[in-house]
């Protein structure tokens, strides 16, 4: 298992490093950059001034010797100097990645225990409204675009009741910054939701028809313990998989849901990059995604083996 695990963790390396190449050569193909800005901003500047500003950043040298010294600083923990904000890319990141984290993971957790009661309620009783009405709700929320879910709920809790505030983090005591919290954490949590509840209801499904299950039922177990000692046990691989999965797609829609609600996260920052030029805190805020995505995947394949140890051979 230690040499399959190490061959996982060489593959999420690489997978990385191609990520890093690719959106650096992406990002130096882009306008706009600082010396086109430089440029732009003094028409006096003649062709030796061009030249002689491109040779101080090191733009003229080839894309291949450009990445490779990025990348020796960027293991050294220089990720460059971030425009936007006047500070190193480090110290931006460190605030907007907690405020994501916090955010992601109140969503994910919340979406976790909605979607498993309700999901093994389902497939207990298929075709009932019980059934229906979970598998209606599942799919109204996956059809529904989150900057769309977003805008109605400000609507709705903000504006018309007033229950609410419309975005930030607010800046009082606890109470009021868990205020701030509620709009994204719902939009998050009923879209992830949406997503959870239906792989749940259909893996439970799957193995309530497995013929174990009809001899379990036949010495008389009650429900309770027919669903968590012998049903969960075969259905949580394959829902862990998608719950991995989904985590990068979590990671997209925090995108949207940070910018509709002004939340000073990972999300919002890469926007702000991106928009503002950026390309040092783009490249850093896309990166570190990425690593979030790959590290969820090796974690979920690590929970396979804990619990059916037969996986031990795939990982």
Do not use: C
């Not at 006096?44 to 001034?49: G, K, Q, V, W």
Request: aromatic content about 6%; cysteine-free; glycine content about 8%.
């Amino acid at each position: 298992m230690s040499r399959r695990l190490l061959a996982r963790l060489l593959q999420s390396l690489i997978v990385l490093l191609l990520v890093a190449f690719a959106g650096y050569a992406l990002i130096g193909l882009m306008p706009g950059d600082p010396l086109d800005l430089m440029i732009g901003a003094d028409p006096r500047l003649t062709s030796a001034d061009v030249a002689r500003l491109k040779a101080l950043y090191g733009l003229d040298r080839p894309l291949l010797e450009r990445f490779a010294h990025w990348l020796l600083a960027a293991l050294s923990g220089d990720l460059g100097h971030s425009r936007l904000f006047a500070r190193p890319v480090v110290e931006v990141l460190g605030p907007r990645l907690l405020n994501t984290l916090l955010l992601m993971g109140t969503s994910f957790v919340l979406a976790l225990l909605l979607a498993f009661p309700l999901g093994i309620a389902a497939a207990l009783r298929p075709g009932s409204p019980r059934d229906l009405a979970t598998n209606t709700l599942a799919l109204a929320f996956l059809s529904v675009p989150s900057f769309w879910l977003a805008l109605v709920l400000i609507v709705l809790f903000a504006v018309v009741l007033g229950w609410l505030p419309p975005g930030g983090t607010g800046s009082g005591d606890l109470a009021e910054r868990l205020r701030h919290m509620v709009l994204p954490v719902l939009t998050l949590t009923l879209g992830t939701f949406g997503v959870f509840v239906r792989f749940v209801r259909g893996a439970v499904s799957e193995v309530l028809r497995e013929p174990f299950v009809a001899a379990a039922r036949a010495k008389g177990l009650s429900t309770r313990r027919l669903v968590l000692h012998h049903v969960l046990p075969v259905a949580l691989p394959p829902v862990l998989s998608v719950i991995a999965l989904h985590f990068g797609a979590l990671l997209s829609g925090a995108v949207v849901v940070e910018t509709v609600f002004a939340w000073p996260g990972m999300g919002r920052l890469l926007y702000d990059a991106v928009l503002g030029n950026d390309f040092n805190l783009a490249l850093a805020a896309l990166l570190l995604g990425t690593a979030l995505t790959l590290l969820a995947n090796l974690l979920a394949d690590l929970l396979h083996v804990r619990l059916d140890p037969r996986l031990g051979e795939g990982l």
